[in-house]
């Protein structure tokens, strides 16, 4: 290990907050400086840039990582930490000298400039920047549970891996996360992006026919809408869809939203927001496990989507990446 691994390495995302980035970052930098909080960082120029950028910090031997922007920025920083620890198992299997990184090797962080800002809501991380800079020097850290994806690219049906920090989904959650995606592509923002794109999803969607197993064993067949899956509880801008995820419990939280008539699912909208919705709706079906597989009965495939980002389509299996990643925490 080099000296870099007790050496912060923040990835600035400058289109964040609908760009908020570009202003927040320099007042987010003095005060990390003001705590005597020693770091280096990097500005992402593209989708996909923050991946790069942190595998190649990985390899320069640094061990702790800012996220400064909001989930999608969390998403791809976590990404390029399993990447690297997989690769660098891969590299100790081929006996090429090199020792393999383990996920409880790194620690992540975030200054939460985004507009959804999921993640932090089940760690209880502040938006505060003063606050944020408190916890780090403060070493106010917890651990958190990574799955990964092995699923179909949804541009060239190849397979292809991604991994999850907070919560994933498909179907319905997946053309929801396309639709607000979109639209801050346009220069919108704020809350209310999530909830036009559910009702409109809720009035246009197409249902998808699927078979779910749960450690390998089937827990589901037939029509859906929306599959729901969870490290964490909080998605789409504080909804609930998983609300008895545990972030460091080893397991995946699922909930699976059957064939439904229209008013049956306008009146579950709420329990989405007051972590009512399995409790309310017995009909949901909701599991946990270590392991789980979908698989598409009719085509067109399904989107998938985690932590926001759309990752690709039907079929795909999940599995707990060994360990668990360090991660900020504040008062719960």
Known sequence: MTSNDNIWYAVVNPNAGSGRTVSEWPRASKILSDNRIEFEYKTTWAMGAAVEITIKACAEGYRRFLAVGGDGTVHEVLEGISRFVEMSDVAKTLDNGLEAAQLEDFTLAVMPIGSGNDWIKTLGIPKDFNRVAELMKGGSFGHQDVFCLN???????????????????????ANVCKKVNFEKNTGKSGKILYLKALISN?????????????????????TTMSIALGAGKYSGGG???????????????????????????IRAVPGLFTGKLLKDNPELISAKCSSLSIKPLSSPAPLVEVDGEVVGNLPVSISKLDGQLNVLKGSL
């Not at 179909?152 to 959650?173: H, I, L």
């Not at 197993?213 to 037939?222: P, V, Y």
């Open 151 to 173: 699923l179909k690219d949804d541009n060239t049906s190849m397979e292809k891996k991604s991994y999850m920090a907070n919560v994933g989904g498909v179907g319905f959650d």
């Open 202 to 222: 809720i009035l246009n969607f197409k249902t998808f026919e699927c078979s779910v197993e749960a450690d390998g064993k089937e827990i589901f067949r037939g």
């Open 239 to 265: 909804m609930l869809q998983v609300p008895d995820a545990v972030l460091d419990d080893g397991l995946l939280d699922i909930t699976i939203i059957p064939l439904m008539p229209l008013h049956r699912i």
